[in-house]
């Protein structure tokens, strides 16, 4: 297998609008396990992301259940990863960018959900958890303020990317620091609407595409540009996990 789907989805998960990628999501299950990881909402309120997830999913057709990840602890419990192992589908919910990536980067857990990726589970990310599945992350720059924001490694299962999620939202505002802050010219700015995805979709046809009620942007140190739901996205690399930044896929 050369992976399985990947969802990067732009914000305000398990709402009406996310059907269309949500139901592949679904259908990529099947009959295994599928496993919320609420890492970045760890300091918020994980129980009611995990419990929002189950209605919606369940109204879905599909049963959630929880992967405890709330700590790095957690992540490298061997019987987590054991289960995570098992896992044939996987979604990364929102809250904290960088809460998520530093509980999960190189651990035990993580290790065994790429490799059940790489066998064919699909994962998906909303918001931070989206962010994370990229090459990079963006972390505020100061305090206060929201606008400015650096790039800080994130898991590598999307190489050359960072992802700007809530675009048509407050995201927009991210585009400036993001783009003058570029760790190289090969770095992609992908920016995604709130309930709105890019979807990579392996196997015959394989490739990326816009789902969803808005649109994905582009955005190169050359070119912008906006897909809308239904179209192809073009010029971003397939998966391929990477252990650090500027390193080769492992």
């Not at 790429?114 to 972390?139: E, F, H, N, P």
């Not at 994130?154 to 995201?171: K, Q």
Request: hydrophobic letters at 45%.
């Amino acid at each position: 297998m050369t992976g399985g789907p990947v969802l990067l989805v732009g914000g305000n998960e398990f709402l009406p609008g996310n059907e269309p990628h949500d139901l592949r999501f679904a259908a990529a299950a099947a009959d295994g396990r599928t496993y919320l990881i609420a890492a970045a909402a760890a300091r918020q309120d994980p129980d009611r992301a995990v419990r929002t997830a189950s209605r919606w999913f369940g109204a879905l057709g599909l049963e959630v259940e929880e992967l405890p990840l709330r700590t790095r602890r957690q992540a490298n419990d061997p019987k987590i990863a054991a289960a995570a192992a098992g896992g044939r589908a996987f979604y990364l919910c929102g809250g904290d960018p960088g809460l998520v990536v530093a509980t999960l980067r190189d651990t035990a857990a993580w290790d065994a959900i790429v490799a059940a990726w790489r066998r064919g589970a699909a994962i998906a990310g909303s918001s931070a958890g989206a962010m994370a599945l990229g090459q990079w992350t963006l972390l505020r720059a100061r305090r206060p303020g929201d606008r400015d924001r650096r790039y800080a490694p994130a898991l590598g299962l999307v190489p050359a990317v960072v992802v700007v999620p809530h675009l048509d939202e407050f995201g927009k505002s991210w585009l400036p620091s993001a783009a003058d802050g570029r760790p190289d010219p090969d770095t992609i700015i992908v920016g995604i609407d709130a309930r709105t995805a890019a979807v990579w979709w392996p196997g015959r046809g394989r490739g990326w595409s816009a789902m969803g009620i808005g649109a994905v942007e582009i955005v190169t140190p050359n070119a912008r540009r906006r897909v809308a739901a239904g179209h192809r996205v073009t010029g971003l690399r397939r998966p391929n996990p990477i252990r650090r930044p500027g390193t080769s896929p492992r």
